[in-house]
């Protein structure tokens, strides 16, 4: 009994005792993402549709479900503002917001350029797994009919010896990326049912290890949503509704 107490009385002496920085930094408030490790994942590369490059799209690999090809061109608006640079210009102002609070942001890709290509998808989400990333965040646009609006998730399905280590975690990732972009204002999407897609196909998720969800953030042939998409201003926000989804998953832990 006698030890009991003494040791109450260390613990209590312990937690008066100031917390070495370290342990402080993720209960900051304004550092919430602390500890952290992000990899932001803009979709597609703008040399992907470089004909010098054509070999390298067509590399192939079976991902689980099929054989895919290494990356693609990805969609753009009717002016022609391609998706390749409207995910590269959202990842890089989402990467310092998520540094803001407290994370360590990398990138799947450092360029966003004519003479650059890939990296191919499977690459892509093999940085991931040797980062042993907290999340893999996939950025695209999509390219549908002109009235569809809003953005979705895609999360992978279960695959025998592929995703069944991380499905669940996928999808609980998936959902908070869902209501937290929808509770910051971002418009849910009119034609994929409750904002989320399950995907058996998708390479990138299926070859990912860790927590990885592809978001869609809006249609590109809509003609709001491409206008938006162009502005800075509307990069910006797309970049906080991602970010305001990433936070309420990170909460939710
Ligand atoms: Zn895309």
Redesign the pocket.
């Known amino acids: 009994m006698k030890r009991v107490i003494a040791g109450l009385v260390a613990a209590g002496l312990l937690l008066m005792a100031p917390a070495p920085a370290s342990a402080r930094v993720p209960s900051a408030p304004d550092q919430p993402l602390a500890g952290k490790l992000i990899l932001l994942d803009p979709?597609?590369q703008l040399g992907n549709s470089n004909p010098k490059f054509a070999k390298k799209m067509a590399q192939k690999k079976f991902n689980g479900s099929i054989v895919k090809g290494c990356n693609?061109t990805?969609?753009a608006t009717n002016k022609g503002f391609p998706?390749a640079t409207f995910?590269w210009r959202v990842a890089k102002r989402l990467k310092r917001i998520l540094e803001a609070q407290g994370a360590r942001v990398e990138m799947t890709r450092t360029t966003n350029s004519y003479d650059d290509w890939g990296p191919c998808v499977w690459d892509r989400a093999g940085m991931a797994n040797s980062l042993k990333a907290d999340v893999m965040l996939s950025i695209?646009?999509?390219g549908a009919s002109a009235r569809s609006k809003g953005f979705f998730a895609i999360a992978p399905g279960l695959i025998k010896g592929w995703t069944d280590d991380v499905v669940k975690k996928d999808r609980r990732l998936a959902t908070a990326m869902i209501a937290g972009m929808a509770a910051a204002g971002a418009t849910p999407s009119n034609y994929v049912s409750k904002q989320l897609m399950i995907s058996r196909t998708t390479t990138g998720l299926n070859f990912s290890n860790v927590p990885t969800v592809t978001i869609?953030v809006g249609n590109m042939r809509n003609a709001a949503e491409a206008a938006r998409m162009s502005s800075s201003s509307g990069q910006r926000q797309y970049a906080q509704w991602l970010a305001a989804g990433l936070d309420r998953f990170f909460a939710g832990r």
Do not use: C, P
């Open positions: 979709g597609h693609t990805g969609t998706e995910t695209h646009a999509d869609e």
